[in-house]
């Protein structure tokens, strides 16, 4: 099998790790493959690919989109390492509020599925990083929302220290403030 899928602290976020075919000129590895994507519940038909450079202590998010325009994602990183983020924002969720990290490095090659619902985030752990993430939705900017990426109800642990945030994301409302997704 190409991949490895876990499963984090809310089941709905998918850590994918790819296996790697390294010989003496360096690796191959499969990055997606539909079928074996939907044989492990990620069925999202991704339309749009984005892509960032963040220098380290750069945090960036938490941002989302709501319905009808909502957003999942599929992150990787091309260069460098970063701690990315996910937090519930599907109004009535058991898990409503709640965040999930993970350490992904362009090393390893893993990835993270964020479905549509959540508030997506990172920060960079590396000098540099590079990353790339697939979207089942298109930019809609009426339907751009965000959460304060600091926000002490929330508590995410940012492993960053002195963090670098855009005028913009600091602005963003808290999880009590903001405009939650619709569906659960």
Same mark, same amino acid.
């Given at each position: 099998?190409?991949?490895t899928?876990?499963?984090?602290e809310?089941p709905?976020?998918?850590? *994918?790790?790819?296996? %790697?075919?390294?010989?003496?000129r360096?690796?191959?590895?499969?990055? $997606?493959?539909?079928?074996? $994507?939907?044989?492990?519940?990620?069925?999202?038909? @991704?339309?749009? #690919?984005n892509?960032?450079?963040?220098?380290r202590?750069?945090?960036?998010?938490?941002?989302?989109?709501?319905?009808?325009?909502?957003?999942?994602?599929?992150?990787?990183?091309?260069?460098?390492? *970063?701690?990315?983020?996910?937090?519930? =924002? &599907?109004?009535?969720?058991?898990t409503?509020g &709640?965040? =999930?990290?993970?350490? +992904?490095?362009?090393e %390893?090659g893993?990835?993270?599925?964020?479905?549509?619902? $959540?508030?997506?985030g @990172?920060?960079?752990?590396? #000098?540099?990083? +590079? =990353? =790339?993430?697939?979207c089942?939705?298109?930019?809609?900017?009426?339907?751009? &929302?965000?959460?304060?990426?600091?926000?002490?109800?929330?508590? *995410?642990e940012?492993?960053? %220290?002195?963090a670098?945030?855009?005028?913009?994301?600091?602005?963003?409302?808290? +999880?009590?403030d903001?405009?939650?997704?619709?569906?659960?």
């Amino acid at each position: 099998m190409p991949f490895t899928f876990q499963r984090l602290e809310i089941p709905d976020v998918i850590l *994918i790790k790819p296996r %790697r075919f390294a010989d003496e000129r360096g690796w191959f590895m499969e990055t $997606f493959k539909e079928s074996e $994507f939907a044989s492990n519940g990620i069925t999202a038909r @991704f339309v749009q #690919d984005n892509m960032s450079y963040s220098h380290r202590g750069v945090v960036r998010g938490l941002h989302y989109q709501i319905s009808p325009a909502a957003q999942a994602k599929l992150v990787t990183i091309m260069k460098g390492e *970063i701690f990315d983020v996910a937090v519930d =924002v &599907r109004k009535g969720s058991a898990t409503f509020g &709640r965040w =999930v990290g993970a350490a +992904l490095s362009a090393e %390893r090659g893993d990835a993270l599925f964020i479905p549509a619902g $959540f508030a997506h985030g @990172f920060a960079v752990t590396s #000098d540099d990083a +590079l =990353v =790339v993430y697939k979207c089942d939705a298109e930019y809609a900017p009426d339907a751009e &929302r965000g959460i304060l990426w600091s926000d002490p109800e929330i508590g *995410i642990e940012w492993p960053v %220290r002195d963090a670098i945030v855009s005028g913009k994301d600091q602005e963003l409302p808290r +999880l009590a403030d903001a405009e939650p997704e619709s569906r659960a």
